[in-house]
């Protein structure tokens, strides 16, 4: 009977103090939805405790707009949730439409020459009712609608976003997880995601495509400028490059394939390379190149007419260097455990 | 590894972080080698992001769950098996004072043995006029019993153990005089095999080498609270994928050192992991600065 007082006293401080740490511990959960104008947010894929969120955020339903230089350059420095998708349109203005999210604002930080539009503009999120630690500019939000001007560049640093941007004129996303979706970008992309897709369509200027864990898919792609590079990288996803117009191409995955489909142009360089899987292209059959393939535990196979310059079988690793046509492009591919195969288109 | 794949309540126990850090690693290097529980895992944890933001408002009652009992129970049993002898002699003690006929066994048996004491001391002094060990030690010692040092490998010297000389007049007992084996003195040769080691680099390779080290000793502490479960496994299993294409290519570039394309993939697949010891770095980076 001592014991089982004993035993309860102990259960009954432990609850007492779990309580207590649980009640003192910030959440970090999203405020209930006050006004009820929001749309609901979707269920965040982010377990709670991974990522300690900066606060509390209210879930708010915001629309802003600003009258800006056609070439402006739009930041969101913070964005720790929610679907975000920006548009071109034909106006000078920037408008910005945040659904079951926090609040926000504008803050320009820098003026045309004329000083009569900002080229330069932040969003920056208003949480006032943080409860700890300064107040934070991070933007929250179910979804996040945005549209600038086609000649806008846009630049977005987030946590747990889906991003489609289409119709601008210059993208830079870093996000840790969610997938990016861009078309129609007229003058270079670099796209980051740690988790999650890169998908580019109708994409023009300098390319630098990286994810940690996800596919890249290229579908058309060509430089705005003369020497415009294209590059994209994956530790463990396929990459799939269709009709790309790129002289300098450089692609790499860890684990998982590689696929291009395109031309090889004049001049070219292409370097393909993967660790764990296979490299499969298909060019036109009077594409000129001189190759250089090296692959192991596979094989090679070139439909188009070739000729092999030397051959060297030595272990398990198997390079060829060869010519095909003219051979004016060179391409270096590199298969470490897995096939290479050149067809025709 | 295949052969002992993880139960479901594993993974489970996986992703809610509560097995220990020996069984996370082991759980994280069997998923990376094995499909069927990478599956597994990557469906748990799907199941996971659905099911916690639907039940986040129940998990955040404070009612306590049976999982909490469990825990306190086994908190309650563990404090009573970690509970020092002297505690529990301590308790015996009290418990055994409360009897009358206990205090009674115990007197007795403490004058028993004080008696015992008694006598067994005084009759060790009565036999006690035999010399000590020391001096039987140092009694003349046949020279046959000792191998020339001379004849002997270095590492199998022995060294006669110095006994001190003790007078006595009882005959003397002839024995075999102990050894120990002479305590090696070898001085580690730290520079002497790191110049080969350097020496079998090839060039370039050492710094790639130096900077993966620098690297891994930052990731291998950030990994755990940076990388989610699923990341972990994908992490592991590149890095898996990367060690094995450098440990071939290292092999075939010292078995043929001209074959050039074996050692740019070498340099490649050294490049690949930095690449990929660098992401957890620029992760853990880019979550700090979303605060």
């Not at chain 1, 980051?192 to 390319?207: F, H, L, P, Q, Y």
């Not at chain 1, 590059?231 to 291009?260: F, P």
Request: charge should be neutral.
């Amino acid at each position: 009977m001592k014991k089982l007082i004993e035993n309860l006293m102990i259960v009954g401080a432990a609850s007492v103090f779990l309580a207590t740490g649980l009640l003192a511990q910030p959440t970090g959960r999203l405020a209930p939805d006050i006004d009820g104008a929001g749309a609901p947010s979707p269920p965040s894929p982010m377990r709670p405790s991974m990522f300690p969120r900066s606060g509390v955020f209210t879930r708010d339903t915001t629309e802003r707009s600003i009258k800006v230089d056609p070439a402006i350059n739009l930041e969101f420095s913070c964005v720790v949730e929610g679907n975000i998708r920006v548009n071109g349109w034909r106006r000078n203005e920037v408008r910005v439409f945040v659904a079951g999210g926090s609040k926000f604002a504008f803050r320009t930080a820098q003026e045309n020459i004329k000083g009569d539009a900002p080229v330069w503009v932040k969003v920056v999120g208003i949480n006032s009712d943080r409860r700890i630690g300064p107040d934070s500019e991070c933007l929250s939000g179910g979804s996040i609608e945005v549209d600038v001007p086609v000649g806008a560049s846009i630049r977005i640093r987030g946590r747990e976003i889906s991003t489609a941007v289409d119709t601008v004129k210059k993208v830079d996303i870093t996000s840790i997880g969610g997938d990016i979706s861009l078309r129609n970008i007229s003058a270079g992309i670099s796209a980051n995601a740690g988790r999650g897709d890169i998908t580019v369509e109708a994409g023009k200027g300098s390319m630098m495509l990286t994810t940690t864990e996800g596919n890249i898919v290229v579908f058309e792609g060509s430089p705005s400028d003369y020497g415009d590079i294209f590059k994209a990288n994956t530790h463990s996803g396929t990459i799939s490059l269709q009709s790309l117009e790129y002289r300098q191409v450089n692609v790499g995955s860890i684990s998982g394939s590689v696929s291009y489909s395109g031309p090889i142009l004049s001049g070219g360089s292409y370097n393909l390379r993967t660790s764990k899987g296979s490299i499969r292209m298909s060019v036109p059959a009077k594409s000129g190149f001189r190759f250089w393939a090296t692959y192991g535990y596979g094989s090679f196979a070139c439909d188009l007419p070739h000729e092999i310059i030397t051959e060297n079988f030595v272990g398990p690793l198997k390079a060829l260097a060869g010519k095909a046509g003219s051979g004016e492009a060179t391409l270096k591919v590199t298969a470490d455990n897995g096939s290479i195969a050149i067809r025709k288109q | 590894m295949k052969d002992n794949c993880l139960d479901i309540g594993i993974i489970q126990a996986f992703l809610d972080g509560e097995l220990s850090h020996d069984e996370t690693s082991r759980v994280t290097a069997h998923v990376a080698l094995c499909d069927k529980c990478a599956l597994m895992l990557a469906d748990a944890e799907e199941e996971s992001a659905i099911v916690f933001p639907a039940l986040e408002r129940e998990f955040n009652t404070l009612v306590p769950t049976q999982r909490l009992w469990s825990k306190i129970n086994d908190s309650i049993q563990l404090e009573k098996e970690n509970r020092p002898v002297w505690q529990k002699a301590w308790a015996f003690l009290r418990f055994s004072l409360t009897s009358p006929s206990m205090v009674a066994a115990a007197s007795l048996l403490l004058v028993f043995g004080v008696f015992g004491g008694l006598l067994l001391n005084k009759s060790r002094n009565s036999v006690d006029n035999t010399p000590p060990m020391a001096a039987r030690q140092a009694a003349p010692v046949t020279p046959t019993a000792v191998t020339p040092a001379s004849t002997l490998n270095v590492d199998e010297r022995e060294v006669p153990v110095e006994a001190p000389e003790v007078s006595n007049n009882h005959s003397p007992v002839i024995e075999r005089a102990i050894f120990r084996p002479e305590v090696k003195r070898t001085q580690r040769a730290a520079p002497a095999e790191s110049a080969p080691a350097a020496a079998a680099y090839m060039p370039g390779e050492e710094s790639y080498i130096k900077t993966i080290a620098t690297l891994k000793r930052s990731v291998d502490e950030q990994k755990e609270s940076v990388l989610r479960p699923s990341e972990r496994v994908a992490f592991e299993r590149n890095m898996a994928v990367v060690n094995d294409t450098i440990e071939k290519m290292r092999v075939e570039v010292k078995r043929n050192p001209k074959n050039e394309a074996a050692k740019q993939i070498l340099y490649s697949s050294y490049q690949n992991k930095i690449d990929l010891l660098n992401s957890v770095s620029q992760k853990e980076e880019l979550v700090a600065s979303l605060q």
